[in-house]
């Protein structure tokens, strides 16, 4: 019976084997990740595939702003020796591209058409990828990238239901207000696990 | 008091009789309404307690149908993404008149929690006419219950003409509709 | 002698005139009936399922709601079909006997006749459903089609049997026989081709598990999928008359017909109300099933009950 340790070291030999590893990460004990270079992909699947990790779970991408670059992620999961492992590399954010996996994962027509919707990567190799899958007559950026505003998209394109403010403030007292503000700065303070 | 053998017999005018023909058929339409299960979003969730035997929609006369052609009213239960709205448009314009619509959740009021989303309308009376809101995120299975009844109350008083107001306005419902889906029927791979 | 001649001629085109219409009345009698019994049957139902029903006369106000409605036509096959079976089924309403002493033509209430005219219905209701262009509807009518292909064979081996043991195919002839002092009702004289009688209406009848051709959420209720307004309250009223004239089929052939209207009206009710009740705890059938099941023990049963009935004379 094989516990779930020496699957993880087992895939571990078997990476470094093949290409080298930029960065790695274990989560848990069903889930690692490996930072790799993009060229090293094709390879690292193709070989990850013949040795069982036969279901591509999901191909998608993270937006670093700051750092210029897209990162693209697959996630390959094996039903035998139960490890999801991320396969994460960086891409060139200006004009991003990344050769299709389409001979290896068939099924992935349809994520790298969803990629290119929502982010703009293009993936040579896979003949329909402009095809639009979810957002019909799209007219502005790709939507998930960082730099794209939804709520003023929102606002430009759909109108507001205008309330009329058919009330009046009767107390002079400014409690409530007072107490509002107190509650907004203590919340802002404890954003991004800061302790008080 | 005057005796009825002598007083002269009044014939009703056309509108007069055409008005008493539609009170008729209101009673047979507030008494018989049959919904559209078209489950749009997350408050499709209330439906089912309220179709069975929690809170039963039957003894008000009202059923479940199965296709736009047969059914009364359109239920929007719930978020619209402009995707569903185009389509939301052709089963609205299906169906057979008298109809009516009714929104359930604050999502087709004014955008509910998604009101700052690329892909969700915010206002859902600019592109077809609503009668009856019920408001909350969901509502409460009695609200409803209560909007069903409100709306049998409408009908009665003559109220929901929600129906004729999209014949009549329908230049702006339909400069409305273009402005946010950019044109209402489209051909893609999925319609061929 | 010309005056003679017209006097025959007004004699007997009364008579004629006097029949039919004491045929519409039947076929007017068949709508308020199954339509009353239809709505005490959704109360029952809904008592069942521990919830208050809706009204009992609900469902006269969903046909009349529906007959209010501005519809939409689809070309002229599609209305011309409609009624072209609403016209096929109230004619064939009018030929049914409602006791045995009340028949609207005497000699026409042969069995035979009315499997034939039920024909006229469901083809009228195949043409518009094949206008409207919709494939769903082309699918439900195949499927209708498939059942009626299953149910027809085991039925035909009882009545047969029926029509053999009582020497005359008419209707009001069969309810005599059975009245005649010292012969049983057909359901206890031949139990299993009772049996089978009973399979076969709820086949007819589209209640689950036979309800494969409506199939409401699955294939869009099948051929009503492009009617509304009007044109789907006249396939209801459709609905309404045949469902009268299938369950009175099975009430005169198996339980003996009537003496009086409302021995007639118990009857049926409660042959009505059991298809109902059985038909509301069970799930529907594939299509494939239904032929199955069907063609298995139905069958085999109808042909050893006629065996056992004509071969060996062994009646009950």
């Known amino acids: ?196 | ?192 | 002698m010309d005056d003679s001649y017209y006097y025959l001629l007004v004699i007997g085109g009364s008579a004629m005139i006097v029949n039919v219409l004491l045929g519409v009345a039947i076929a007017l009698f068949a709508f308020v009936l199954q339509t009353g019994v239809g709505g005490i049957n959704r109360k029952i139902v809904g008592r069942l399922q521990k919830r208050h029903g809706p009204r009992w006369y609900q469902e006269y106000i969903d046909i009349f709601k529906l007959l209010s409605k501005r519809s939409v036509s689809h070309g002229w096959i599609f209305d011309f079909g409609v009624i072209m079976a609403l016209g096929g089924i109230i004619g064939t309403a009018m030929f049914m006997p409602l006791t045995s002493s009340i028949v609207a033509f005497e000699n026409y209430d042969n069995f035979f006749i009315f499997v034939y005219l039920l024909a006229v219905g469901m083809l009228g209701m195949a043409m518009s459903a094949s206008g409207s262009g919709n494939p769903w509807a082309s699918i439900g009518v195949m499927r209708a089609l498939t059942t009626m292909l299953a149910y027809e064979v085991p039925f035909m081996i009882v009545v047969l049997t029926i029509v053999n043991l009582s020497g005359t195919s008419s209707i009001s002839g069969i309810q005599l026989f059975q009245q005649a002092a010292g012969n049983n009702w057909y359901l206890i004289a031949l139990p299993l081709g009772g049996i089978v009688g009973f399979i076969a209406l709820m086949g007819m009848l589209g209640k689950k598990p036979f309800e494969t051709y409506i199939a409401p959420a699955e294939i869009a209720s099948g051929p009503m999928v492009e009617y509304g307004g009007k044109q789907l309250g006249m396939l209801f009223i459709l609905h309404e008359i045949s469902v009268f004239i299938e369950v009175s089929l099975f009430v005169h052939l198996f339980l003996g017909g009537a003496t009086s209207i409302l021995e007639f009206v118990v009857k049926y009710f409660a042959v009505y109300t059991l298809a109902n009740l059985i038909s509301n705890v069970n799930g529907r059938f594939k299509i494939d099933q239904v032929v199955k099941f069907y063609y298995k023990w139905p069958l085999l049963m109808a042909v050893t009950q006629a065996i056992v009935a004509i071969y060996l004379g062994w009646v009950i």
């Open chain 2, 1 to 192: 008091m005057k005796s009825t053998k002598f007083t002269p017999y009044t014939k009703l005018s056309k509108t007069e009789t055409d008005r008493k023909w539609w009170e008729i058929g209101d009673f047979f339409r507030r008494n018989s309404l049959w919904l559209l299960m078209y489950c749009t979003g997350c408050c499709a969730i209330e439906l089912p307690p309220a179709m069975t035997s929690a809170y039963d929609m039957e003894r008000l006369g009202m059923g479940p149908m199965a296709t736009p052609r047969q059914a009364d009213i359109l239920l929007v239960s719930g978020y619209l993404s402009l995707k569903t709205l185009r389509r939301l448009v052709y089963t609205y314009e299906q169906m057979s008149e008298p109809k009516y619509v009714v929104a359930l959740g604050s999502c087709p009021i004014n955008g509910g929690i998604y009101h700052d989303s690329f892909a969700v309308i915010n206002q859902l009376n600019q592109y077809i006419p609503v009668d009856v809101y019920v408001a909350g995120c969901m509502p409460n299975t009695e609200a409803v219950m209560n909007g069903f009844v409100d709306l049998i109350g409408l009908i009665k008083s003559k109220k929901a003409n929600g129906w004729k107001e999209y014949h009549k306005n329908n230049d702006w419902f339909k400069e409305n509709q273009i402005t946010a889906l950019g044109k209402v029927v489209i051909d893609d791979e999925f319609h061929q």
């Open chain 1, 1 to 196: 019976m094989m516990n779930s340790i020496s699957n993880v070291e087992f895939l571990n030999e078997l990476v470094n084997q093949i290409c080298k590893v930029q960065k790695y990460e274990n989560i848990s004990q069903y889930q690692v990740a490996y930072e790799v270079d993009k060229r090293d992909v094709h390879r690292l699947l193709s070989t990850l595939k013949s040795h069982g990790w036969k279901q591509l779970s999901y191909l998608s991408a993270v937006d670093w702003i700051e750092e210029n670059q897209f990162e693209v992620v697959y996630i390959v999961f094996n039903w035998d020796k139960p490890v999801q492992i991320q396969i994460r590399c960086r891409i060139d954010r200006e004009n991003p591209s990344m050769d299709s996996i389409l001979p290896i994962f068939p099924g992935a027509k349809y994520y790298e058409r969803e990629a290119h919707e929502f982010f703009g990567i293009a993936f040579p190799g896979n003949p329909d990828y402009k095809k639009q899958l979810i957002l019909e007559m799209w007219d502005d950026i790709p939507p998930l990238r960082k730099d794209f505003d939804p709520s003023a998209y929102s606002d430009r394109k759909f109108t507001k239901r205008d309330y009329p403010t058919d009330y009046a403030v009767t107390s002079k007292d400014n409690q409530r207000l007072v107490k509002r503000e107190e509650r907004k700065r203590r919340a802002t303070a404890l954003r991004g696990g800061n302790k008080q």
